[in-house]
C-alpha cells in the first residue's frame, strides 16, 4: 500500500538497481518520513520479522548515512528497522534533515533465506526531504532597557526577536560601538551559558561584570565600558542565525547615552502610588524615580491583600519607570500590599536595601536579607 | 500585557512561583516530590555527572530538571576503558544523520567503573533541537544510548516555570556543573536575569530539592564582598577529612567551603584561596594524585590548562586584600601541552580524558596526567 508514494518520489531516488527476479524500490515516505524498501519476497520479509536482529545485523542490509563529501563512508545513521506489510522501513531516531541528500544502500544478498539473489549486486540510492524555501524574516523586535539613556554601571539587557531563535551563545553577535564608531572591546560577558528564555525569542546580554565592579582588575585597567556623557550603539548583527538556520532580516541598531552610574540600593519609600477607585478594576500604579529591570519587574512585583497574593494583568510602560497592575476583580475598599521580591533590580543589579557593590572595606549588610517587601496602600470610596 | 496570578498554589504562574520560592526558604526545604519519569521525556541535556552505583545525572534545563538514569546494561558498550576518537563529533553528527555545525556538546562524564565515555550533545540548534546520549567504548565503538529505554527519576528544580508557560515568566536556569558529594547532587545553577550564585543540594534518591543555597564569596580580585557571581565550575575534594568544594566562579577566583554550610536558604563564606587572572573563565576541573601529592587540573577559556598542587589549600589563607597583580593566592603550572580543551574529565589514576577542539574538529583523547 506504500508503493504509491514510491512513484511519486522517483525524482528523489538518483539511482535504481533491479535484481534479476526482484524489482526493488527505495523510496522516502514523505508522511512519515522513513525510508521504505519494496519488493523484497513475501518469505524474506516472514523472516525479517522474526529475525531479531542486532542493529549491525540490519546496517548490512540496508544502510542509511548522511551524503558523503569526501569520499569516506560516514558511520550509519542510527535508527529503527520493522517490517510493515510489504515494506522494509527504516525509521530515524531524530529527522531527517529538510534539503540534506542521505545515501542508502540496499544488499539483497544480505535477506534471509533467499539464496536466488545472492549474486545480486547492493542498490543504491539517494533521498532527499524537499527543502523548505526560507527568507530571511526575524527581526529584533525590543531592546531592555527601552529608554535613550541608562547608567554606566549598566548590568544586562535583553533582546527581544520576532520568532525563535538558534539557541547558541549569542555573543559572537552583539557588539558596542563608541560614539566615533569604534568598537568598545571587551564589554560582554563571554559566557556561552545558554541566556535565552524557553521560547528562544529573548536573550539577555550580561555587561562583564568585571569591567563594571569597581576595584575588578579588568576595571582598574580598562574601566566601564560605558563613560558618563558618551553616546553609544549597541549592533546586533545580522548574522544571527534564527531557528531555521536564516540570517536576521536586517542588522539591529540602539544609540543610548550613558549617564552617571547608580551605585545605590533600592527604596521602596522613593515609589510613588496612584491608587484606582474602589468597585474598579482600573490599574494600580506605580511609578519608580529609574527605570527597574524589565525581566524582574514581570515577576517580582505583586499586589496582596491581607498577604494573599491578587491575580491581575502586570503592565510595563516603554522606559520601564511606571508598573500597572489590573486585578482580576474589582478592587475592595480598605488595605493591600505592594509585594517586592528581594530579587528586584534597577538597571545596575542594586537590589532593595542593597546595593550591587558592597565594598567590604567600607560597608558590610550584617544581616541577612529580608527576602520580601511590602507597602502598604488604601483604595478608599 | 502581561498575565499574573498570585493565587495560592498558582505555581505555573511566575511570580507566585517565586513567592512560593522565597518563602520556602524562611521555612524550609521546598516539598518537590520525586517522581518516576516517563520514559523519553528528556527536553534538553547536559551536564552530566556520575553518582552512586553509576547513575547517571543529567541536567534538562528546558524542563528545570535533573534526571537519574540507569544505565543498566548501557553503562558500557562491551570494551572497558576509552579509546581516542579523532572527528568525534562529525562521528556523532553522522549518526544522529546531520553535520558537525548542528550539534552542541554539552559534557562529557566518565563511567565509574566501565570507564566509558558518555558525551551529552543537542542534536540542532533552534526550536526543533533534541538532546542524545552518546556513549564510547574501550574500542573506540560510538553508540547511541537509547534513554528513552531507561528507568529514570527525576527532580523538578524549585522555582522554575513549568514547562509549557514560559511566556508568562522569561527565566530559566542554565546549570552550569553537578557533582555527587556526601550523600547528595550538588547543582550549580545561572539564571538569564539575576546574575547571582546558586547552589542547590538534592538528596538521592530524590526526596525533594532544597531551596537553592546563597554562597557569599570573599572575592579577592575584587576587593569587596561578592555576593553575586556564579559558579561555574566545581570539585569535590576533602581537606582535613571534611569534604569541601573547591569552586571556580568567572573571572575567575577559585574558592573552598565546606560541603557542611550548604544548607538551604545558608549564606556560606566561602574562601577565596587563588586567583586566576581576570578575563577568563574555568569550564572544567578534576582532582588526581601523582607521587603522593594531590593537583587540581583546571581548563579555562582563555588561560588553557592549569595545574595546581592541592596541599596548600587546607591551610592557605583568604585572599582578603585587593590583589594588584593579574593572578594571586595558591600558585600554579599552565600545561602548555593541552591546548583547546573543551571539556575535562579524569579517566584513570594516570590519565584525563578531555574534548579537544582544533582546526574546527572535535576529538577525544586520552592524555597523561601532567
Same mark, same amino acid.
Not at chain 1, 549474486?119 to 524555501?133: E, F, M, S
Not at chain 1, 555573543?171 to 521560547?199: N, S
Not at chain 2, 533541537?129 to 560510538?142: E, Q, T, W
Not at chain 2, 536558604?265 to 578534576?286: F, Q, S, Y
Given at each position: 500500500?506504500?508503493?504509491?508514494?514510491?512513484?511519486?518520489?522517483?525524482?528523489?531516488?538518483?539511482?535504481?538497481?533491479?535484481?534479476?527476479?526482484?524489482?526493488?524500490?527505495?523510496?522516502?515516505?514523505?508522511?512519515?518520513?522513513?525510508?521504505?524498501?519494496?519488493?523484497?519476497?513475501?518469505?524474506?520479509?516472514?523472516?525479517?520479522?522474526?529475525?531479531?536482529?542486532?542493529?549491525?545485523?540490519?546496517?548490512?542490509?540496508?544502510?542509511?548515512?548522511?551524503?558523503?563529501?569526501?569520499?569516506?563512508?560516514?558511520?550509519?545513521?542510527?535508527?529503527?528497522?520493522?517490517?510493515?506489510?510489504?515494506?522494509?522501513?527504516?525509521?530515524?531516531?531524530?529527522?531527517?534533515?529538510?534539503?540534506?541528500?542521505?545515501?542508502?544502500?540496499?544488499?539483497?544478498?544480505?535477506?534471509?533465506?533467499?539464496?536466488?539473489?545472492?549474486?545480486?549486486?547492493?542498490?543504491?540510492?539517494?533521498?532527499?526531504?524537499?527543502?523548505?524555501?526560507?527568507?530571511?524574516?526575524?527581526?529584533?523586535?525590543?531592546?531592555?532597557?527601552?529608554?535613550?539613556?541608562?547608567?554606566?554601571?549598566?548590568?544586562?539587557?535583553?533582546?527581544?526577536?520576532?520568532?525563535?531563535?538558534?539557541?547558541?551563545?549569542?555573543?559572537?553577535?552583539?557588539?558596542?560601538?563608541?560614539?566615533?564608531?569604534?568598537?568598545?572591546?571587551?564589554?560582554?560577558?563571554?559566557?556561552?551559558?545558554?541566556?535565552?528564555?524557553?521560547?528562544?525569542?529573548?536573550?539577555?546580554?550580561?555587561?562583564?561584570?568585571?569591567?563594571?565592579?569597581?576595584?575588578?582588575?579588568?576595571?582598574?585597567?580598562?574601566?566601564?565600558?560605558?563613560?558618563?556623557?558618551?553616546?553609544?550603539?549597541?549592533?546586533?548583527?545580522?548574522?544571527?542565525?534564527?531557528?531555521?538556520?536564516?540570517?536576521?532580516?536586517?542588522?539591529?541598531?540602539?544609540?543610548?547615552?550613558?549617564?552617571?552610574?547608580?551605585?545605590?540600593?533600592?527604596?521602596?519609600?522613593?515609589?510613588?502610588?496612584?491608587?484606582?477607585?474602589?468597585?474598579?478594576?482600573?490599574?494600580?500604579?506605580?511609578?519608580?524615580?529609574?527605570?527597574?529591570?524589565?525581566?524582574?519587574?514581570?515577576?517580582?512585583?505583586?499586589?496582596?491583600?491581607?498577604?494573599?497574593?491578587?491575580?491581575?494583568?502586570?503592565?510595563?510602560?516603554?522606559?520601564?519607570?511606571?508598573?500597572?497592575?489590573?486585578?482580576?476583580?474589582?478592587?475592595?475598599?480598605?488595605?493591600?500590599?505592594?509585594?517586592?521580591?528581594?530579587?528586584?533590580?534597577?538597571?545596575?543589579?542594586?537590589?532593595?536595601?542593597?546595593?550591587?557593590?558592597?565594598?567590604?572595606?567600607?560597608?558590610?549588610?550584617?544581616?541577612?536579607?529580608?527576602?520580601?517587601?511590602?507597602?502598604?496602600?488604601?483604595?478608599?470610596? | 500585557? *502581561?498575565?499574573?496570578?498570585?493565587?495560592?498554589?498558582?505555581?505555573?504562574?511566575?511570580?507566585?512561583?517565586?513567592?512560593?520560592?522565597?518563602?520556602?526558604?524562611?521555612?524550609?526545604?521546598?516539598?518537590?516530590?520525586?517522581?518516576?519519569?516517563?520514559?523519553?521525556?528528556?527536553?534538553?541535556?547536559?551536564?552530566?555527572?556520575?553518582?552512586?552505583?553509576?547513575?547517571?545525572?543529567?541536567?534538562?534545563?528546558?524542563?528545570?530538571?535533573?534526571?537519574?538514569?540507569?544505565?543498566?546494561?548501557?553503562?558500557?558498550?562491551?570494551?572497558?576503558?576509552?579509546?581516542?576518537?579523532?572527528?568525534?563529533?562529525?562521528?556523532?553528527?553522522?549518526?544522529?544523520?546531520?553535520?558537525?555545525?548542528?550539534?552542541?556538546?554539552?559534557? =562529557?562524564?566518565?563511567?565509574?567503573?566501565?570507564?566509558?565515555?558518555?558525551?551529552?550533545?543537542?542534536?540542532?540548534?533552534?526550536?526543533?533541537?533534541?538532546?542524545?546520549?552518546?556513549?564510547?567504548?574501550?574500542?573506540?565503538?560510538?553508540?547511541?544510548?537509547?534513554?528513552?529505554?531507561?528507568?529514570?527519576?527525576?527532580?523538578?528544580?524549585?522555582?522554575?516555570?513549568?514547562?509549557?508557560?514560559?511566556?508568562?515568566?522569561? *527565566?530559566?536556569? #542554565?546549570?552550569?556543573?553537578?557533582?555527587?558529594?556526601?550523600?547528595?547532587?550538588?547543582?550549580?545553577?545561572?539564571?538569564? +536575569?539575576?546574575?547571582?550564585?546558586?547552589?542547590?543540594?538534592?538528596?538521592?534518591?530524590?526526596?525533594?530539592?532544597?531551596?537553592?543555597?546563597?554562597?557569599?564569596?570573599?572575592?579577592?580580585?575584587?576587593?569587596?564582598?561578592?555576593?553575586?557571581?556564579?559558579?561555574?565550575?566545581?570539585?569535590?575534594?576533602?581537606?582535613?577529612?571534611?569534604?569541601? =568544594?573547591?569552586?571556580?566562579?568567572?573571572?575567575?577566583? =577559585?574558592?573552598?567551603?565546606?560541603?557542611?554550610?550548604?544548607?538551604?536558604?545558608?549564606?556560606?563564606?566561602?574562601?577565596?584561596?587563588? +586567583?586566576?587572572?581576570?578575563?577568563?573563565?574555568?569550564?572544567?576541573?578534576?582532582?588526581?594524585?601523582?607521587?603522593?601529592?594531590?593537583?587540581?587540573?583546571?581548563?579555562?577559556?582563555?588561560?588553557?590548562?592549569?595545574?595546581?598542587?592541592?596541599?596548600?589549600?587546607?591551610?592557605?589563607? #583568604?585572599?582578603?586584600?585587593?590583589?594588584?597583580?593579574?593572578?594571586?593566592?595558591?600558585?600554579?603550572? #599552565?600545561?602548555?601541552?593541552?591546548?583547546?580543551?573543551?571539556?575535562?574529565?579524569?579517566?584513570?589514576?594516570?590519565?584525563?580524558?578531555?574534548?579537544?577542539?582544533?582546526?574546527?574538529?572535535?576529538?577525544?583523547?586520552?592524555?597523561?596526567?601532567?
Amino acid at each position: 500500500m506504500h508503493f504509491r508514494y514510491f512513484a511519486t518520489l522517483a525524482a528523489l531516488t538518483a539511482s535504481l538497481a533491479c535484481g534479476p527476479s526482484a524489482v526493488y524500490t527505495i523510496g522516502l515516505n514523505p508522511h512519515l518520513k522513513t525510508i521504505d524498501v519494496g519488493g523484497i519476497p513475501r518469505a524474506a520479509l516472514a523472516q525479517l520479522r522474526q529475525a531479531g536482529w542486532t542493529e549491525e545485523q540490519w546496517q548490512a542490509l540496508m544502510r542509511v548515512s548522511v551524503q558523503s563529501t569526501n569520499g569516506a563512508a560516514p558511520p550509519a545513521v542510527v535508527g529503527r528497522y520493522e517490517i510493515d506489510g510489504a515494506v522494509l522501513r527504516f525509521t530515524p531516531r531524530f529527522p531527517f534533515d529538510d534539503g540534506r541528500p542521505y545515501d542508502v544502500r540496499f544488499d539483497p544478498s544480505r535477506l534471509p533465506g533467499v539464496q536466488s539473489h545472492a549474486a545480486v549486486n547492493p542498490l543504491a540510492a539517494v533521498v532527499t526531504l524537499p527543502a523548505i524555501a526560507r527568507t530571511p524574516s526575524t527581526v529584533v523586535s525590543q531592546i531592555y532597557p527601552s529608554a535613550r539613556s541608562v547608567p554606566a554601571n549598566q548590568l544586562r539587557l535583553y533582546l527581544h526577536f520576532s520568532a525563535p531563535m538558534d539557541r547558541r551563545s549569542g555573543y559572537d553577535h552583539v557588539k558596542l560601538l563608541d560614539d566615533r564608531g569604534r568598537e568598545v572591546l571587551e564589554t560582554f560577558l563571554p559566557l556561552d551559558a545558554d541566556f535565552w528564555d524557553r521560547d528562544g525569542t529573548r536573550y539577555t546580554v550580561f555587561f562583564d561584570p568585571g569591567r563594571v565592579k569597581r576595584g575588578i582588575l579588568p576595571n582598574r585597567q580598562r574601566g566601564r565600558a560605558l563613560k558618563p556623557g558618551r553616546t553609544y550603539t549597541l549592533v546586533v548583527n545580522r548574522d544571527w542565525r534564527d531557528g531555521h538556520g536564516q540570517p536576521l532580516k536586517q542588522a539591529f541598531t540602539h544609540t543610548f547615552t550613558a549617564t552617571a552610574p547608580i551605585e545605590r540600593a533600592l527604596s521602596m519609600k522613593a515609589w510613588t502610588i496612584d491608587t484606582p477607585l474602589v468597585g474598579t478594576r482600573n490599574p494600580l500604579t506605580v511609578t519608580f524615580p529609574a527605570p527597574l529591570d524589565h525581566g524582574l519587574l514581570q515577576r517580582a512585583l505583586g499586589v496582596a491583600r491581607d498577604g494573599a497574593p491578587l491575580d491581575g494583568d502586570v503592565t510595563i510602560e516603554p522606559g520601564e519607570t511606571v508598573w500597572r497592575f489590573a486585578p482580576r476583580a474589582p478592587w475592595l475598599a480598605g488595605g493591600y500590599q505592594l509585594v517586592a521580591l528581594d530579587f528586584l533590580e534597577d538597571l545596575a543589579g542594586n537590589r532593595l536595601g542593597r546595593a550591587f557593590e558592597v565594598d567590604n572595606f567600607e560597608r558590610t549588610d550584617p544581616t541577612p536579607q529580608p527576602e520580601r517587601f511590602t507597602l502598604p496602600f488604601h483604595v478608599d470610596r | 500585557m *502581561r498575565s499574573i496570578s498570585l493565587k495560592a498554589g498558582a505555581l505555573t504562574l511566575g511570580l507566585a512561583a517565586a513567592t512560593v520560592g522565597v518563602m520556602a526558604a524562611r521555612s524550609g526545604p521546598v516539598p518537590v516530590p520525586a517522581a518516576q519519569a516517563p520514559a523519553a521525556t528528556l527536553q534538553s541535556i547536559g551536564p552530566l555527572a556520575f553518582g552512586p552505583g553509576g547513575v547517571l545525572f543529567a541536567a534538562d534545563r528546558l524542563a528545570a530538571s535533573i534526571y537519574a538514569i540507569d544505565l543498566g546494561a548501557q553503562a558500557t558498550g562491551g570494551a572497558p576503558g576509552a579509546k581516542d576518537v579523532a572527528d568525534i563529533d562529525k562521528q556523532i553528527a553522522s549518526m544522529l544523520g546531520t553535520e558537525p555545525s548542528a550539534l552542541q556538546i554539552t559534557d =562529557l562524564a566518565v563511567h565509574p567503573t566501565s570507564k566509558n565515555a558518555f558525551i551529552a550533545v543537542m542534536r540542532g540548534t533552534g526550536a526543533e533541537a533534541k538532546p542524545a546520549l552518546i556513549r564510547v567504548d574501550g574500542a573506540g565503538k560510538v553508540s547511541v544510548v537509547p534513554i528513552e529505554s531507561l528507568s529514570m527519576t527525576k527532580a523538578v528544580l524549585p522555582n522554575a516555570p513549568a514547562a509549557g508557560t514560559g511566556q508568562r515568566n522569561a *527565566r530559566m536556569e #542554565s546549570v552550569t556543573d553537578m557533582a555527587f558529594v556526601d550523600g547528595k547532587l550538588v547543582v550549580a545553577g545561572l539564571s538569564n +536575569e539575576e546574575f547571582a550564585s546558586k547552589l542547590r543540594t538534592i538528596p538521592y534518591p530524590f526526596a525533594n530539592v532544597e531551596n537553592g543555597t546563597s554562597v557569599e564569596i570573599y572575592h579577592g580580585n575584587h576587593g569587596q564582598l561578592e555576593t553575586r557571581s556564579p559558579v561555574i565550575s566545581f570539585v569535590p575534594y576533602k581537606l582535613n577529612n571534611t569534604p569541601h =568544594l573547591i569552586a571556580g566562579y568567572t573571572c575567575t577566583p =577559585l574558592v573552598k567551603f565546606p560541603v557542611s554550610g550548604l544548607a538551604p536558604g545558608a549564606k556560606v563564606l566561602g574562601t577565596t584561596i587563588a +586567583e586566576l587572572g581576570a578575563g577568563n573563565r574555568p569550564t572544567d576541573m578534576i582532582v588526581y594524585s601523582k607521587s603522593g601529592k594531590d593537583y587540581l587540573l583546571i581548563a579555562n577559556t582563555r588561560r588553557g590548562v592549569m595545574k595546581v598542587p592541592t596541599e596548600p589549600f587546607a591551610t592557605a589563607t #583568604s585572599i582578603t586584600a585587593r590583589v594588584t597583580t593579574e593572578t594571586g593566592g595558591v600558585g600554579f603550572e #599552565s600545561i602548555a601541552a593541552l591546548k583547546g580543551v573543551e571539556q575535562l574529565e579524569l579517566l584513570d589514576a594516570q590519565r584525563a580524558l578531555v574534548l579537544t577542539r582544533a582546526d574546527g574538529a572535535v576529538a577525544l583523547q586520552a592524555v597523561a596526567l601532567p
